[in-house]
């Protein structure tokens, strides 16, 4: 199995800040990644697709890079709105893994 | 506008089966094919498996032994049956959409539904 290392598992930040998550894959993956936001009480909502593709509808201070093993979620300007815990996601192999997830606070 | 909806019994007791299943409304089951995620309460979220409309599965190795995903296509669902259930099985149980050209992200859930393991 590919294993997703996601880091921080946590942070604190304040509206405004710049935000980067990072996720390293234990075997080269292409850019076969995926970024999902969680909100709780709710089912994930995709952020980015293969690495660095954004879905019609996802705000632009979403941005995603990376390729092979290490890989960056980064949110130019934390809004209120974007509070809730993110997840990262292999799709190069089965069994698909997910990131252990990174829970983005109020400071 | 395809909308996924798992139902299913909120109760297991344990060593019983645990089933669910997902509708499809909008769009038609053979146009794609469908995944199991689940969630842990305040945990992460654990791929299940994954079929397609011609009946082909792949399951995460780790719940093979007792997983079973299928498709109705006269019914427009999927379902998933996880036998003898344990109390590490509580979860919220999803299914999704893996969308091929964005690299099989989930693009559509279902709203997910608690399924609870106690006796």
């Known amino acids: 199995d590919i294993q997703m290392t996601q880091s921080p598992s946590s942070l604190s930040a304040s509206v405004g800040d710049r935000v980067t998550i990072t996720c390293r894959a234990s075997q080269s993956i292409s850019d076969y990644v995926n970024w999902y936001q969680q909100k709780p009480g709710k089912a994930p909502k995709v952020l980015i697709y293969?690495?660095?593709s954004l879905p019609s509808g996802v705000p632009s201070r979403f941005s995603g890079s990376g390729s092979g093993t290490d890989f960056t979620l980064t949110i130019s300007s934390l809004q209120p709105e974007d509070f809730a815990a993110y997840y990262c996601q292999q799709t190069y192999s089965t069994p698909r893994t997910f990131g252990q997830g990174t829970k983005v606070e109020i400071k | 506008q395809v909308q996924l909806q798992e139902s299913g019994p909120g109760l297991v007791k344990p060593s019983e089966t645990l089933s669910l299943t997902c509708t499809i409304s909008g769009g038609s089951i053979s146009r794609n094919y469908w995944t199991w995620i689940r969630q842990p309460p305040g945990k992460g979220l654990e791929w299940i498996g994954y079929v397609y409309h011609s009946g082909s599965t792949n399951y995460n190795p780790s719940l093979k032994s007792r997983v079973t995903i299928s498709v109705d296509t006269s019914k427009n669902q999927s379902s998933l049956k996880l036998t003898s259930v344990t109390t590490a099985d509580t979860a919220v149980y999803y299914c999704?959409?893996?969308?091929?050209?964005?690299?099989?992200?989930?693009?559509?859930w279902g709203q997910g539904t608690m399924v609870t393991v106690s006796s």
């Open positions: 999704a959409r893996p969308n091929g050209p964005w690299a099989d992200a989930l693009d559509i």
């Open positions: 293969a690495a660095s």
